[in-house]
């Protein structure tokens, strides 16, 4: 019988791999952000190293839970899929695929060199997935009435896995040897899955996973959030959102995180133009809840939906302005 050993939540802004001494740099080519207080080198210095801090909370937790695979619910935005046809919920159900490991555009600061990175192995890597266990959530929970979109190979090779999937894997497990599971979620593009969706879909993955017969340890991730608008002319942090999601966590309440996200997004922003927000709904004109980086938020409810019933610990809340990005990170001992 498989089991969940471990769920982990993290951010996975690109500022989380860059030097911190670069992120005034990144923040002043950005148009002024006037809501976001100003931040001294050393400030950001020492906010980075906190990340990197919960980074290695995160990276023990998960070698000491031994998993034999990790299921990461993240989202792509306009990596592996696009306009023509995206997926509301998809997973990568083939043998293995490839991506950068970290970022892969050259360049932090717009209107610098953007083409896309050298491949090396110090920037690309393949990556093992858990195919059995990828087929049998994909059947497991159509059978629970989630429809799951399914890839047995990657349709966009040039840029390869998404940075959700492959970042907090640089992280947490660095030398991507444990197979990864990525499960898409669309968290960027209008209409989006409520929050409330994705948090019985994290509790129906758990039930696929132990009625699994593989005997498996899974590990989940979610990746991405906490609030952050990137693109927006007026960006601002929320930092009392991220603190309602996050004060869900101790109590394993992944019903409650859902119902804060829902209750956040039920309206659009007072400033929503459909044809000028791609911010909010990613370019659609259609608002369905709250788009951009705060709707990767979604996968921290999906993986509390997979670990309802735990409580679990935030390691670290770090609100970094120069972004600006609530960066969180979190993890259930199951
Ligand atoms: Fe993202």
Redesign the pocket.
Known sequence: MAEIVLVEACS??PFLYMEPHQWNEVRNARPPTPHNPEMSEEENAAQHARCLAAFDVLREKMEAAKPDVILIF??D?KELFDLDNFPAFGIFVGDEFEGYRTVARQGIVPGGQRGWRERTPETWVAVKNHPQLAQELAVGLTRRDFDISFSFDAPNKEHGM???FMRPMHRIVPNFDVPMIPFFVN??FGPQPSANRCYRLGKAAREVIEASPLDLRVAVIG??GLWHTPGSPTAWLDTDFDQRILSCIPAGDGKAMADAFDAQGAEPPPDYDPKNSRWVDGGTGMYTGIGS?TG?TRNWVAAAGSADGKPGVVVDYVPVYASPCGMGFAYWEM
């Open positions: 996975h802004s993240g989202d935005q998404g940075h959700a968290c960027y990746s991405g980086g990767e």
